[in-house]
């Protein structure tokens, strides 16, 4: 229920941002989808639990819990541990291993056998991996496979961080997911730092676990969320590309419509003069379709905002 909350809230707070802030608000450029790559075995939490059945040493956390009743400490292996609960609701175990980017959540019932057990990204994230339930006796009676509807891996998200230069260990950065609550299976990253040089206590970013996709990137400041600004949104960006874009010849285009139709042209104009030509979809440098628009747009220099002028250049030729 908590967590049903929180990623209400989230989407809540992200969603008000336009009314307090339209002004001040600057769109960055389209950002490009998180990747899925092989998997990376530093990162493999499939590993850290099994469906074998375990039992809870109760006498041991009564001898040497704190007056809080809880047992937090370090293991042999270096693992945080965080243990709390009582003989009368049950026991609550939390093991990070050592350098580990994931968290062993563990119930037990008041007469210490497991109800429950899966992993979750560390600092109270989301669950991955399978998680395993049991009945009173420590039967296995159910398995669910959290990552079942997610084609972009964790460890995808974790190179994503990586990249943007987000610090996983950080007691302020957080990695949810949401199941089902929402049409599409989503990751949530939370963290304080930022994103394409604009710094927010925190940045939340929102992406699609299906096509790797960013659907939002929201920057919060100020102690009580005093500023909230979209710094992206894919759906104001869809209703941007959906409006009329240009009109030549007395054909409107959208935004895709028009790229579409240049893109066509171009390559016509790369056969007939025997130059290569890469589709765009396949040209990942930057400076090549940076010149490319520079250069289809050469039809529109003289034009106003929605009806583009012909000049003697390419598409001046094409276009005449």
């Not at 809230?9 to 008000?16: A, E, M, N, V, Y």
């Not at 998180?34 to 001898?63: A, G, P, R």
């Not at 037990?108 to 109800?115: D, E, L, R």
Request: with cysteine.
């Amino acid at each position: 229920m908590k967590k049903l909350i929180y990623i209400s809230f989230l989407f809540f707070i992200t969603s008000c941002n336009s009314q307090d802030k339209k002004e001040n608000n600057k769109t960055i450029n389209k950002p490009q989808p998180v990747k899925h790559t092989t998997m990376n075995n530093e990162y493999d939490y499939k590993k850290l639990i099994s469906s074998k059945t375990e039992y809870f040493d109760i006498k041991y956390f009564d001898e040497h819990k704190d007056e809080a009743e809880n047992l937090i400490y370090i293991d042999n292996n270096g693992a945080e541990v965080n243990i709390f609960g009582d003989i009368e609701s049950g026991y609550i175990s939390n093991s990070t291993p050592k350098n580990s980017l994931f968290t062993i959540y563990k119930e037990y019932n008041p007469k210490g056998i497991i109800m429950r057990k899966w992993v979750n990204f560390r600092n109270g994230g989301g669950p991955v991996g399978m998680k395993y339930e049991y009945d009173d006796s420590g039967k296995l009676i159910k398995e669910t496979d959290m990552d079942k509807n997610y084609k972009i891996a964790p460890q995808d998200v974790i190179s994503f961080c990586k990249e943007k230069g987000i610090d996983l260990f950080s007691n302020y950065t957080t990695i949810e997911r949401n199941y089902n609550e929402n049409p599409m299976d989503l990751y949530i990253i939370n963290y304080r730092g930022e994103y394409e040089g604009k710094f927010g206590t925190r940045i939340i970013i929102v992406l699609s676990g299906t096509t790797g996709e960013i659907q939002k990137v929201t920057c919060i400041n100020g102690k009580h969320n005093d500023s909230v600004e979209v710094l992206y949104d894919i759906q104001e960006e869809k209703k941007k590309s959906a409006q009329i874009y240009k009109t030549h010849q007395g054909v409107s285009y959208t935004r895709s419509e028009w790229e579409t139709f240049e893109e066509k042209q171009y390559e016509e104009y790369c056969k007939r003069t025997g130059k290569p030509y890469t589709p765009k979809n396949l040209d990942t440098k930057p400076e090549h379709q940076d010149n490319k628009k520079s250069f289809l747009a050469r039809d529109n220099d003289q034009g106003d905002e929605n009806t583009p002028k012909k000049n003697k250049g390419f598409l001046g030729g094409l276009f005449s």
